[in-house]
């Protein structure tokens, strides 16, 4: 098994040198669609539609845009600013856009899609801002910038389970 996860580690660490975005946006989706599932077993019900939904909201690789454009402003280190930022300008963003893509290709109407906005989108802010400000310092900190997506990815697996829940209202 040990020597199973090294050889794993080793072919993915070439993945990401030689196709960075073709492979943070892979892991992003299946990351993504792992927690919708995990989420739909919570809730008791099975809807491929919402994990093809959930899989295809997170498979461009935004964060790995956004993690270059800080580090290119601000460069190394200042994890601090990075991560208010990150707070502030980015992630409530990415967090609308998760609402609105869910449930537009889960078959919502839009209507519906507002309706749960204005119901939810405020409270799951807020409660990324209790979990979120230390997982991005600890990540803008300590991960070299080309995992940095990543990590947060790996991390977002547990955030996207509650996530999932919040935007199936």
Not at 107 to 122: L, M
Not at 133 to 149: D, E, I, N
């Amino acid at each position: 098994m040990k020597d199973s996860l090294v050889a794993f580690s080793k072919w993915y660490d070439l993945q990401m040198k030689a196709r960075p975005l073709a492979t943070k946006a892979l892991t992003s989706a299946l990351l993504a669609a792992c927690s919708n599932v995990v989420a739909q077993i919570i809730q008791r019900k099975a809807a491929w539609r919402e994990v093809l939904s959930f899989s295809m909201q997170a498979l461009p690789p935004y964060s790995h845009f956004w993690f270059q454009l800080l580090e290119n402003q601000l460069g190394p280190g200042r994890a601090a600013l990075k991560t208010v930022l990150d707070q502030l300008l980015f992630r409530p963003v990415m967090l609308w856009y998760c609402f609105v893509t869910s449930g537009l290709l889960s078959g919502k109407r839009w209507t519906e899609v507002k309706e749960n906005i204005r119901c939810n989108f405020a409270k799951v802010v807020v409660n990324s801002w209790k979990v979120w400000p230390a997982a991005m310092w600890l990540t803008q900190k300590y991960v070299p910038p080309l995992y940095q997506s990543t990590s947060t990815d790996l991390l977002s697996f547990f955030w996207d389970v509650y996530e999932s829940l919040a935007v199936a209202g």
